[in-house]
């Protein structure tokens, strides 16, 4: 299967929402609920830049390569591709576009890369797209924050390239958050204490890297 990145040939939000609507419809078919998290989800609130792939938190204790297998026996446009690097197990899982344009989909769980169980009364429907589920807005922007700290650690070089468009990334959220939303924890009880701690730890970290962002953190409950 080709793959296309996005150096090469980028994906447009239009194709991207393709993809993570097939995938949702073939979950939601076989009774799992999910939603969007990471850039894809990042777009639908507003973020200016375009997501690369997307990215699906399915609620429900299964293995993520067996939600893959059902997702690929649902829609013949899915393909599982093994990983091409030879010591991985897991398989990716491709969505094919008009064009020979392909889109990668990742499958993840709750309690992966501390993914909180999301309440499904909680999945939140954003205009102007209100048939993709999406995670809501503080637990997304903190788990783009646990991004940053795991890329600014990771020994490959690659992963801290990441880096700086993480920030990006960081910094719109927090503004959308506070300016556009008027996102609160207190709103928020649902998120579990030990989600709560981390993210003062990663908040702590970025404030202290970023001191001009205490402000907009503080409006949004984490007081720093």
Same mark, same amino acid.
């Given at each position: 299967?080709?793959?296309?990145?996005?150096?090469?040939?980028?994906?447009?939000?239009?194709?991207?929402?393709? &993809? &993570?609507?097939? &995938?949702?419809?073939?979950?939601?078919?076989?009774?799992?609920?999910?939603?969007?998290?990471?850039?894809?989800?990042?777009?639908?609130?507003?973020?200016?830049?375009?997501?690369?792939?997307?990215?699906?938190?399915?609620?429900?204790?299964?293995?993520?390569?067996?939600?893959?297998?059902?997702?690929? &026996?649902?829609?013949?446009?899915?393909?599982?591709?093994?990983?091409?690097?030879?010591?991985?197990?897991?398989?990716?899982?491709?969505?094919?576009?008009?064009?020979?344009?392909?889109?990668?989909?990742?499958?993840?769980?709750?309690?992966?890369?501390?993914?909180?169980?999301?309440?499904?009364?909680?999945?939140?429907?954003?205009?102007?797209?209100?048939?993709?589920?999406?995670?809501?807005?503080?637990?997304?922007?903190?788990?783009?924050?646990?991004?940053?700290?795991?890329?600014?650690?990771?020994?490959?070089?690659?992963?801290?390239?990441?880096?700086?468009?993480?920030?990006?990334?960081?910094?719109?959220?927090?503004?959308?958050?506070?300016?556009?939303?008027?996102?609160?924890?207190?709103?928020?009880?649902?998120?579990?204490?030990?989600?709560?701690?981390?993210?003062?730890?990663?908040?702590?970290?970025?404030?202290?890297?970023?001191?001009?962002?205490?402000?907009?953190?503080?409006?949004?409950?984490?007081?720093?």
């Amino acid at each position: 299967m080709p793959r296309f990145t996005r150096e090469s040939i980028p994906l447009t939000g239009r194709e991207i929402r393709k &993809a &993570a609507r097939a &995938a949702v419809s073939a979950l939601e078919e076989n009774n799992l609920n999910c939603c969007l998290f990471g850039s894809a989800a990042c777009a639908i609130y507003g973020m200016e830049r375009d997501p690369n792939d997307v990215d699906i938190v399915v609620l429900s204790d299964k293995n993520p390569e067996d939600i893959k297998d059902i997702i690929e &026996a649902y829609d013949d446009k899915f393909s599982l591709v093994p990983s091409a690097n030879p010591a991985n197990t897991y398989r990716v899982l491709w969505y094919s576009l008009p064009g020979r344009r392909t889109c990668k989909v990742d499958i993840l769980v709750p309690g992966l890369l501390s993914i909180p169980r999301v309440p499904v009364r909680r999945i939140v429907y954003q205009d102007p797209f209100p048939d993709i589920p999406v995670l809501p807005l503080l637990p997304l922007l903190l788990l783009k924050l646990r991004g940053w700290t795991d890329h600014r650690e990771d020994h490959r070089q690659y992963m801290r390239d990441k880096v700086p468009v993480d920030e990006e990334d960081i910094d719109e959220l927090l503004s959308l958050a506070v300016e556009e939303y008027e996102v609160h924890l207190r709103s928020e009880k649902w998120l579990p204490g030990w989600f709560v701690q981390e993210a003062k730890e990663r908040i702590q970290e970025y404030v202290e890297e970023f001191p001009e962002s205490s402000e907009l953190w503080n409006e949004v409950g984490f007081v720093v």
